[in-house]
């Protein structure tokens, strides 16, 4: 329910304020899905579905990536300070945090269950990455035939569509319903040296074709803002929904421990 409440609220804001201030729609979907869902693989999911330009996904990485460490700090010591229960912190963590890697420090730095609460919400999040990916590849083919008088059709949705995506829905399968939990747990080690090995050539690569001066430059500096006042809205409405949906007041506290 959180995932799904911060995700179409959150996107739709960002698209918004990114049209106000006249952002083109490409650069809008990519913003919003960053925003809005899980970061890097959300912003690279919505790039390849709208076939944007990959330069325009670079700046929204970058910006992922700068406001991710900052709030992986102030997050966790706003939950303590302020007495928020950990388990709405968690919450809050993982609706808010851009990467999954930052949910799993910030949380640790508070508790193991809020660890676990935040890593269970932005998993949650994860998830609709390919819904996300789906639905801007058919509006986009659309939104192109409408302007250009071609006709959408299915293969055309098919080459927009990110295919890792489709990647990711069958690994997730595979192993939740397919492999037995001790040969899961057995592939572990090796799945999560490949996953760092892979985002650091994935990063490295991102960051020389990142230039920090790009950030204010491009467009005037109007994407940053967007992103910036999108995710001011997040951490709000999430903290609200946490505390709704976590804290005991629609429904009892989870017990995670």
């Known amino acids: 329910m959180q995932a799904l409440l911060v995700v179409f609220v959150v996107w739709y804001c960002c698209f918004w304020l990114a049209r106000k ?3 083109d729609d490409d650069f809008a979907a990519i913003l919003s899905s960053a925003v809005a869902i899980c970061g890097v693989s959300a912003a690279i999911a919505s790039c390849g579905a709208i076939e944007g330009d990959k330069k325009k996904l670079s700046y929204v990485t970058s910006i992922v990536l700068i406001c991710a460490v900052p709030m992986m700090v102030l997050m966790p010591w706003a939950v303590k300070e302020f007495g928020i229960p950990e388990i709405v912190g968690g919450a809050w963590l993982g609706g808010t945090l851009d990467t999954s890697g930052s949910v799993v420090a910030a ?6 269950p809020a660890m676990k609460t935040g890593v269970i919400v932005k998993f949650s999040q994860n998830a609709l990455i390919g819904v996300a990916a789906f639905v801007l590849s058919i509006w986009w083919t659309f939104k192109k035939g409408a302007e250009t008088g071609q006709r959408p059709s299915a293969g055309i949705i098919w080459e927009r ?6 990647g990711f829905l069958i690994a997730s399968f595979f192993f939740s319903f397919l492999l037995h939990i001790d040969t899961v747990g057995a592939t572990k080690s090796l799945l999560g040296e490949l996953r760092t090995w892979w985002f650091a050539l994935a990063f490295v690569s991102i960051g020389l074709e990142t230039r920090f001066g790009d950030l204010v430059k491009m467009e005037g500096g109007r994407p940053a803002v967007a992103f910036l006042a999108a995710q001011a809205v997040n951490i709000v409405w999430t903290l609200i929904l946490a505390y709704l949906l976590f804290g005991g007041i629609l429904f009892p506290v989870p017990d995670i421990k």
């Open 21 to 23: 201030l006249k952002v």
């Open 107 to 112: 949380g640790a730095l508070i508790s193991e």
């Open 161 to 166: 569509f990110p295919k890792f995506v489709l």
